[in-house]
């Protein structure tokens, strides 16, 4: 994989800390038994057998970052609400610091609550504000952010389009990482694709790309990808960029060098949260300063382990580095 060993990458990984910036939230999951139809509209009744509560958005990756060994600081804006308390106590019992959490009374805490049947997935209901952060908000998220930085080597932008993350932060978050030379890893969304200047590795999936870049062209037509990744490094002068192309693997454009690299055959149960893991690890690779094509390799392994899973879960990295082992990602 590099000049160093397997053992020696995922060694060192856990003496990383990433600061991760972004747009946290509830993944909240009601699971039951669908048996009838309720007499008062065509709809499923659902028989509650069990509630679960876990971090997601921004707060997944940060359980990412945990799992692969590595210490997570998480910055962001919650309401002041009770909401608030359930997500500071997720926190809490993973061992994860709330240092870098703001309350404000002008928000409310973001939760996203499924209701299943065994793998079928029912309904979802949102609880959202998506408004761009106020300036007073923005100070105080800035504050956080120039506290924690020193003690990272990896800042991770998690966007989800929830407004956590304005122009300001994302400016502002860059311009101090390049002052202490730590590297910027970003997994972006619509509203701020193009405001993510002189970030280190831009990791969109293939419909972000496009939808980002107006363009369109096919997923298997790879001489059209590599143009529109040339456009989007020489755009946001970028170090790398990482595409995510689902079945097709991921694409890695680096200085002097790139790589398609095909998925693993796998049982797709769920691909939820894969995007969260590939970032995470690819974060942490680069915080490594592993070569690109290692990068994208462990990243790209990691992201389609999640998807054999039903619902957001963190990678499990002895199955990680097994599975690295095995396709002599070392060589």
């Known amino acids: 994989m590099s000049k160093h060993s397997l053992e020696d990458i995922f060694e060192g990984f856990n003496h990383l800390t990433a600061l991760i910036v972004g747009d946290v939230m509830v993944?909240?999951?009601i699971w039951g038994k669908v048996e009838r139809i309720s007499p008062e509209a065509p709809v499923p009744v659902v028989q509650v057998t069990h509630r679960e509560r876990r971090m997601g958005g921004a707060a997944?990756?940060?359980?990412n970052v945990l799992a692969m060994g590595a210490t997570p600081l998480l910055c962001s804006v919650v309401g002041n609400d009770a909401d608030a308390l359930i997500f500071e106590e997720l926190l809490h019992k993973r061992g994860?610091?709330?240092?870098?959490l703001v309350k404000s009374p002008h928000r409310i805490t973001t939760i996203k609550e499924r209701v299943l049947s065994g793998s079928q997935h029912i309904l979802r209901v949102d609880s959202e504000h998506d408004k761009n952060l106020l300036a007073e908000e923005e100070d105080l998220l800035l504050e956080r952010i120039e506290k924690l930085l020193p003690r990272c080597q990896v800042v991770i932008f998690e966007d989800y389009d929830k407004g956590a993350l304005t122009p300001r932060i994302i400016s502002e978050t860059i311009r101090l990482a390049r002052s202490q030379d730590i590297p910027t890893v970003v997994d972006p969304k619509k509203r701020n694709?193009?405001?993510?200047?002189?970030?280190?590795?831009?990791?969109?999936?293939?419909?972000?790309?496009?939808?980002?870049?107006?363009?369109?062209?096919?997923?298997d037509?790879?001489?059209?990808?590599?143009?529109?990744?040339?456009?989007?490094?020489?755009r946001l002068e970028l170090e790398y960029a990482l595409i995510t192309l689902s079945e097709r693997g991921v694409y890695i454009d680096a200085p002097e060098e790139h790589y398609l690299l095909p998925a693993h055959v796998r049982t797709i149960s769920d691909v939820s949260g894969a995007g969260d893991t590939v970032v995470s690890i690819a974060a942490l690779a680069l915080a490594l300063q592993l070569p690109p094509r290692s990068i994208a390799a462990l990243a790209n392994l990691g992201g389609g382990l999640v998807c054999e899973h039903v619902g957001v879960v963190p990678i499990d990295k002895a199955r990680l580095y097994e599975e690295a082992k095995q396709n002599l990602l070392h060589a």
């Not at 994860?96 to 870098?100: A, K, V, Y």
Request: charged share 30%; no cysteine; hydrophobic share 40%.
């Open 60 to 63: 997944n990756v940060a359980l």
């Open 193 to 219: 694709f193009f405001a993510y200047q002189q970030a280190t590795l831009f990791k969109p999936n293939l419909k972000e790309l496009r939808e980002g870049l107006k363009t369109d062209f096919d997923k």
């Open 96 to 100: 994860i610091s709330d240092e870098g």
């Open 221 to 234: 037509d790879q001489t059209a990808l590599q143009a529109a990744v040339h456009e989007l490094k020489e």
């Open 27 to 29: 993944d909240a999951y």
